[in-house]
T-cell receptor, first 110, second 115 residues
Framework: SQQGEEDPQALSIQEGENATMNCSYK?????LQWYRQNSGRGLVHLIL?????REKHSGRLRVTLDTSKKSSSLLITASRAADTASYFC??????????FGSGTRLLVRP | DAGVIQSPRHEVTEMGQEVTLRCKPI?????LFWYRQTMMRGLELLIY????????DSGMPEDRFSAKMPNASFSTLKIQPSEPRDSAVYFC?????????????FGPGTRLTVT
């Protein structure tokens, strides 16, 4: 089974609202990454948080990591229609492979 | 700067035919990954190379799939013979050298349809 599992599977919000997506994983990690995938496109790296970090910001993105709960969250503030995409978390496993979750489909309604 | 380049972008073929997907990683990157994405199974790692050497091919579905990386700037994923269940989007990704990052850069994908 996949390491990272996102929650919710789908999220629909109004433009301007905040969007929060969660990710849970199973084993110890070196780092956790979030990627975005627009329809019909490849994945784009958004942000990386290391296992010794608890929170990281990048523009309108805020990522938290709780290694005791083996979970992470991605917050997108002041969402825009252009944020509509699927968002994936990914963890590096013991063999240094990046294992992706099943993704959260975000719809931002104008 | 050019990102990861994949060709073709779309491929439609008949069952039993050989299919070859191509990838050019970002210059200077030393790791290359092949993924398959379907609605049912999500994003699956098929194989990855480090410095042109296959490191882990445990994700390759079966002997019909093979991958090569003859040099640092080119890789192929071949399916022979192809089957309808191979229909998916195949992504190539590369990552730069360095320990502790593992950030990957994805190509646009090849959408394969096997009829």
């Amino acid at each position: 089974s996949q390491q990272g599992e996102e929650d919710p599977q789908a999220l629909s919000i109004q433009e301007g609202e905040n969007a929060t997506m969660n990710c849970s994983y199973k084993t110890s990690i070196n780092n956790l990454q979030w990627y975005r995938q627009n329809s019909g496109r490849g994945l784009v790296h958004l942000i990386l948080i290391r296992s010794n970090e608890r929170e990281k910001h990048s523009g309108r993105l805020r990522v938290t990591l709780d290694t005791s709960k083996k979970s992470s969250s991605l917050l997108i503030t002041a969402s825009r229609a252009a944020d509509t995409a699927s968002y994936f978390c990914a963890v590096v496993d013991s063999s240094y492979k990046l294992i992706f979750g099943s993704g959260t489909r975000l719809l931002v309604r104008p | 700067d050019a990102g990861v380049i994949q060709s073709p972008r779309h491929e439609v073929t008949e069952m039993g035919q050989e299919v070859t997907l191509r990838c050019k990683p970002i210059s200077g990157h030393n790791s290359l990954f092949w993924y398959r994405q379907t609605m049912m199974r999500g994003l699956e790692l098929l194989i990855y190379f480090n410095n042109n050497v296959p490191i882990d091919d445990s994700g390759m579905p079966e002997d019909r799939f093979s991958a090569k990386m003859p040099n640092a700037s080119f890789s192929t994923l071949k399916i022979q013979p192809s089957e309808p269940r191979d229909s998916a989007v195949y992504f190539c990704a590369s990552s730069p050298p360095g320990v502790g990052s593992y950030e990957q850069y994805f190509g646009p994908g090849t959408r394969l349809t096997v009829t």
